[in-house]
Nanobody, 126 residues
Framework: QLQLVESGGGLVQPGGSLRLSCAASGFTFGYQAIGWFRQAPGKEREGVSCISSTGSSTNYADSVKGRFTISRDNAKNTVDLQMNSLEPEDTAVYFC???????????????????WGQGTQVTVAS
């Protein structure tokens, strides 16, 4: 299991961009898929994106497809989420998490992930 720390959240206007980063510590990072989740007040946690252990495959929720891009650098133990064309509906606390497996499941299910970061707030507002 990994220790994960998110950063990069903040306030952005609709249509703007933000880049989130997830830094991991541990020796199993290169063997685990990494996912991004988000949770808005009063709503269930939603799987946003996932990237396989090698970065060879990625998955996105329909709500963010075409706007968000996930990437990873296994040499640095980091995973990023580039968020473009942000909408007020994207406002949430964003979490990164390490999966039990090498690959991502579809849909992205929280039960497939064992280690979680503390979350970073993203607010999209005028």
């Amino acid at each position: 299991q990994l220790q994960l720390v998110e950063s990069g959240g903040g306030l952005v206007q609709p249509g703007g961009s933000l880049r989130l980063s997830c830094a991991a510590s541990g020796f199993t990072f290169g063997y685990q898929a990494i996912g991004w989740f988000r949770q808005a007040p009063g709503k269930e946690r939603e799987g946003v994106s996932c990237i396989s252990s090698t970065g060879s495959s990625t998955n996105y929720a329909d709500s963010v497809k075409g706007r968000f891009t996930i990437s990873r650098d296994n040499a640095k133990n980091t995973v990023d989420l580039q968020m473009n064309s942000l909408e007020p509906e994207d406002t949430a606390v964003y979490f990164c998490a390490a999966a039990w497996s090498l690959m991502c499941s579809v849909p992205i299910e929280a039960s497939d992930f064992g280690s979680w970061g503390q979350g970073t707030q993203v607010t999209v507002a005028s």
